[in-house]
Structures are given as C-alpha cells and as structure tokens.
C-alpha cells in the first residue's frame, strides 16, 4: 500500500475526533481499502505504460 497523504491524515484525525455517524473500524477500513486502490491504480498505470516494478 501507499503511504498516509497529508489529505487522508486530515480527514482521518478529524472523523477520529469529531466521531461521525461512523464506527472507528470502518474509518480505518474505508482508509485502508483507499491505500490498497491507490496501490493497484499506481501499478496498474506504469504496468501499461511498460515500466517494470
């Protein structure tokens, strides 16, 4: 997976803090389900580009 973006960080400490309508495993569920399709998107874009991981 890719590493924490400024972006995600925010949004996550604020979810965390201000305690939405969502449980804390989904925060973390959504956040590590967004990290792993980032992960696929980045390598799927230079696997057909013919760049070699």
Same mark, same amino acid.
């Given at each position: 997976?890719? #590493? /924490? !973006? $400024?972006?995600?960080?925010?949004?996550?400490? #604020? /979810? &965390?803090? $201000?305690?939405? #309508?969502?449980?804390?495993?989904?925060?973390?569920?959504?956040?590590?389900? +967004? +990290?792993? +399709?980032?992960?696929? #998107? +980045? !390598?799927?874009? /230079?696997?057909?580009?013919?760049? &070699?991981?």
């Amino acid at each position: 997976m890719i #590493a /924490y !973006t $400024l972006p995600e960080i925010r949004r996550l400490f #604020a /979810y &965390l803090i $201000l305690r939405h #309508a969502h449980p804390d495993e989904h925060i973390w569920s959504w956040s590590n389900w +967004r +990290r792993r +399709r980032q992960h696929q #998107a +980045r !390598t799927s874009h /230079y696997r057909r580009r013919g760049h &070699l991981p």
